[in-house]
């Protein structure tokens, strides 16, 4: 029988390659994201190419949107698998200037968001009387601290914290939740921040950029395609016996 995943973020980045990767591995796909012409593309493009998918408008800090998202998935297709908890939003705060906005709102969608996907598929899995597959996004900056991102980085860290202990309280039901954590992948997310670096150098986008390849192991920064392959692995069968892990998707980076 065809599995159903849903992938929040997916407008772009990261999750689009995702919910593309997924569709090729035998998945029927919910794209969700803030910006339903975003998604609505890149379900099109799915469903032009042979694969099934649909395109949700949801915030994922609004747990109703996430959960009626989540409905919507199950109802339309008829069963529910996999989310892949991957919207995120990384703003630049350095300590001294960080404010209760930057914190509330980075938190109420890196965190909050997690927490309700986790909740809405959980209740979808258990509605459906089988188990199923959580998996949320941190980062390098939730593995080890990153200086000027104390906003998105402590957001990284509670995610890797609630995939352990959600792995816990779900094991009984059948449900694993892990978590994959990038490096740095070439997105509209990193090249705002690149921009971002290099106008305060005083340099262009592209400057901005090298500077987070210095010292990579493998040599290269990461593309989209990288990460969908970890998650590829934690959404399929393979991974069956893993829970309440991180996957580091890194070719060795420093973050400066
Ligand atoms: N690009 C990178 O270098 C890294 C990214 N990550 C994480 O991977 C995930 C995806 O990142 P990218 O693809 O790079 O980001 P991106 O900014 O290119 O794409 C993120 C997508 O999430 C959507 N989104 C943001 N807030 C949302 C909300 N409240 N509700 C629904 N959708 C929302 C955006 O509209 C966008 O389409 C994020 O959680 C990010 O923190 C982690 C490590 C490195
Ligand atoms: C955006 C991000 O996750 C970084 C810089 O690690």
Redesign the pocket.
């Known amino acids: 029988m065809t599995k159903v995943a849903l992938v929040?973020?997916?407008?772009?980045?990261?999750?689009?390659a995702i919910a593309e990767r997924l569709v090729k591995d035998g998945f029927k796909v919910a794209v969700?994201?803030?910006?339903l012409d975003?998604?609505q593309k890149v379900a099109d493009k799915i469903n032009a190419n042979g694969g099934e998918a649909i395109a949700i408008q949801?915030?994922?800090?609004?747990r109703a949107e996430v959960f009626a998202a989540v409905a919507e998935t199950k109802e339309k297709f008829g069963e529910f698998n996999v989310i892949v908890n991957?919207?995120?939003?990384?703003p630049t705060t350095p300590i001294m200037s960080v404010t209760e906005e930057d914190m509330n709102w980075t938190w109420?969608?890196?965190v909050n968001?997690v927490v309700w996907g986790t909740q809405a598929a959980a209740d979808a899995f258990m509605s459906l009387g089988h188990g199923g597959k959580i998996i949320n996004?941190?980062?390098?900056?939730g593995v080890q601290g990153n200086p000027n991102l104390t906003a998105?980085g402590s957001t990284?860290f509670a995610i890797r914290g609630i995939t352990q202990t959600t792995a816990k309280e779900l094991a009984e039901f059948g449900i694993t939740v892990n978590a994959f954590?990038?490096?740095?992948?070439?997105?509209?997310?990193?090249w705002?921040?690149a921009h971002e670096v290099g106008q305060n150098a005083g340099q262009d986008d592209e400057w901005g950029m090298a500077q987070f390849s210095d010292g990579i192991t493998l040599g290269r920064l990461?593309e989209?395609e990288d990460?969908a392959n970890v998650v590829s692995f934690l959404a399929g069968e393979d991974s069956n016996y893993v829970t309440g892990q991180t996957i580091v998707v890194d070719g060795g980076m420093v973050f400066h």
């Open positions: 929040t973020g997916a407008g772009q980045g990261i999750g689009q969700v994201g803030r910006h975003k998604v949801a915030d994922v800090a609004k991957n919207a995120g939003v990384a109420g969608i890196n968001g996004a941190t980062s390098q900056a998105y990284k954590a990038p490096g740095i992948v070439k997105t509209p997310m990193m705002d921040i990461s989209p990460v």
